[in-house]
């Protein structure tokens, strides 16, 4: 008889033994577990595993399904892969990228002989069902990287060749459909049956590749129009264009030849260019009084917006800030959310009435009295601090619900211009591996918080689930109303927010759930090479989360 192990199944807290060596794929059934769609991968002793996983001594194991981030990230990359077989079984010599996530769902960069056409989305879409159909077993198999640069450099894919090149790894794990070959920085599913439901049509000139909305798995996130969204995206494509830089291999081999100074130098003098544009456009406009900055956590508003402003003078106008905070209403009059707690995140956590009588008092040059929160006593109080807005002068204000059109309903809108900035990360792995706009967000906080609120990394993974549904709630529905967006992410980034990233990531207990997010992270960032901080100049948005700006916060 077979060596047992035991598995501990954190799901349902009951105790299975299993044969030594058995993969989690058998170990589910043993659990009585019936998920309706799942398990996409587990938790194995808090370390993300797919269900390809072997165990060979006593485990913790938790069964995710398609409604937790980490199973939704097997899914989609097993949906990429499928989508990449079809491709290459349908054309010769195409080239895919995985690209950018955008209209609830993936844009897929897709390169044939001929101008993609509705037609190629069809027929790509029927060999995807067909092979979907067919249950074919997805194979995860280990090699030396040696042979894996060899064998993917026969197959062309040369943006997984420099990647590999550059990560000093002795074996690789690679994947096998139907004598497809890729490669996936994270895990699979383990047959092309489980996928279940996703959607792909022609967007723009590439393909627009859909997956289940995460809030109710049995239908496809709601598709909706981010003409703007994807312009900058687009821009910031035109950007690495200029450099030469698509991925982390072309960043890795950047900094391997020494360029790194050079690299930022022209990344911060593109992003600043921007912020120029968007100055000239505000005082061009003619009529503008209020600037309203919004964007989610990490974004880098803070520095947007101090940066807007110097442009702004530049062109001779003086920003005025004010700040959203004062204006919250008494404690005893905030909403309170689902569990009885008050909501700080709420729009009507804000004195809507009063901040629309001030801005419109302002408009027509009339002084008034600016309030103040006093956050010790959570009462509104008045600061003593009159204010005239002269002809000279535009207000700058920043806040998480400035592009909600609630929020300045009252005031005349064509002397209002919105901005939305964010850290939307174009760069990718390879051009089958995107890296999550949210993980560059979530790195920038993770140092933030620990910098200057004195927050462990464990503490900020465990509230990133809240912030991001405040996010989705009060933010991301108004993005495409913004006059200008700002991406706020440098193509350089993540190579110098390694260094003060992962020792804090390091002291993420392995027995906290928080340390599967660590640890996904700290795997990620060992594929980045790192450039040294002082290479940023002061000026650098990054200096909001690293320290050493010459702004004042």
């Not at 081999?253 to 990344?267: A, M, N």
Request: contains cysteine.
């Amino acid at each position: 008889m077979m060596e047992q192990v035991r598995i501990h199944c954190r799901n349902n807290g009951v105790m299975v033994s299993a044969d030594m060596g058995a993969t989690l794929e058998e170990v589910y059934p043993l659990t009585g577990l019936k998920m309706t769609h799942g398990p996409m991968l587990a938790h194995v002793n808090n370390k993300v595993e797919g269900m390809h996983f072997r165990v060979y001594n006593a485990k913790e194991v938790e069964f995710l399904d398609v409604t937790s981030p980490s199973g939704m990230r097997a899914y989609t990359r097993s949906l990429f892969f499928v989508l990449c077989k079809a491709v290459h079984d349908l054309y010769e010599n195409p080239t895919v990228s995985i690209d950018i996530p955008v209209s609830n769902g993936y844009y897929v960069d897709l390169k044939l002989n001929h101008e993609v056409t509705e037609e190629d989305a069809r027929r790509i879409k029927e060999r995807m069902d067909e092979i979907i159909g067919k249950a074919l077993p997805i194979h995860r198999y280990q090699t030396t990287t040696e042979e894996a640069i060899r064998m993917f450099n026969d197959m062309q894919t040369f943006s997984k060749v420099k990647l590999l090149k550059s990560t000093g790894r002795i074996f690789t794990t690679y994947y096998e459909i139907d004598g497809y070959k890729d490669y996936y920085y994270g895990a699979l599913l383990t047959n092309t049956s489980q996928l279940y439901l996703y959607g792909l049509e022609k967007y723009y000139d590439g393909l627009l590749l859909r997956t289940p909305s995460l809030a109710n798995p049995e239908v496809l996130g709601e598709m909706t129009r981010q003409d703007k969204m994807f312009g900058i995206f687009k821009e910031h494509h035109r950007w690495q264009d200029i450099l030469g830089l698509r991925t982390i291999g072309d960043l890795n081999d950047v900094i391997e030849r020494g360029y790194s100074p050079q690299l930022i130098q022209v990344s911060e003098a593109l992003q600043e260019k921007k912020m120029a544009c968007i100055a000239d456009e505000i005082t061009g406009r003619g009529g503008i009084r209020m600037v309203l900055i919004a964007g989610p956590s990490s974004s880098g508003k803070t520095t947007t917006c101090k940066r807007l402003s110097v442009q702004l003078a530049v062109n001779g106008v003086k920003p005025v800030p004010i700040s959203l905070d004062d204006y919250f209403v008494s404690r005893d009059e905030t909403p309170r959310d689902a569990k009885g707690d008050y909501d700080f995140e709420h729009l009507h956590a804000l004195n809507l009435d009063l901040l629309n009588d001030q801005m419109n008092a302002l408009f027509r040059g009339e002084e008034v009295e600016l309030p103040h929160y006093n956050f010790q006593t959570g009462r509104s109080e008045w600061s003593g601090r009159r204010l005239t807005l002269h002809d000279d002068e535009i207000l700058v204000v920043e806040g998480i619900h400035a592009l909600n059109p609630e929020l300045m309903a009252q005031v005349p809108q064509h002397q209002v211009f919105r901005v939305y900035a964010s850290a939307l990360t174009t760069l990718l792995l390879d051009k089958h591996n995107y890296i999550p706009t949210t993980d560059n967000r979530l790195l920038r906080r993770i140092i933030r918080d620990h910098k200057y609120r004195a927050v462990s990394a464990m503490e900020t993974i465990r509230r990133w689930p809240s912030v991001r549904a405040g996010e989705n709630r009060w933010i991301f529905p108004y993005q495409e109303y913004a006059d200008a967006m700002f991406n706020t992410a440098m193509l350089f980034e993540l190579a110098v927010i390694k260094r003060q990233a992962e020792p804090l990531l390091e002291q993420v207990p392995e027995n906290v759930p928080e340390y599967a997010e660590a640890y996904r992270l700290l795997k990620f960032l060992r594929y980045i090479k790192p450039i040294p901080e002082t290479q940023i100049p002061p000026t650098s948005l990054l200096r909001e989360f690293l320290g050493g700006s010459s702004f004042v916060y």
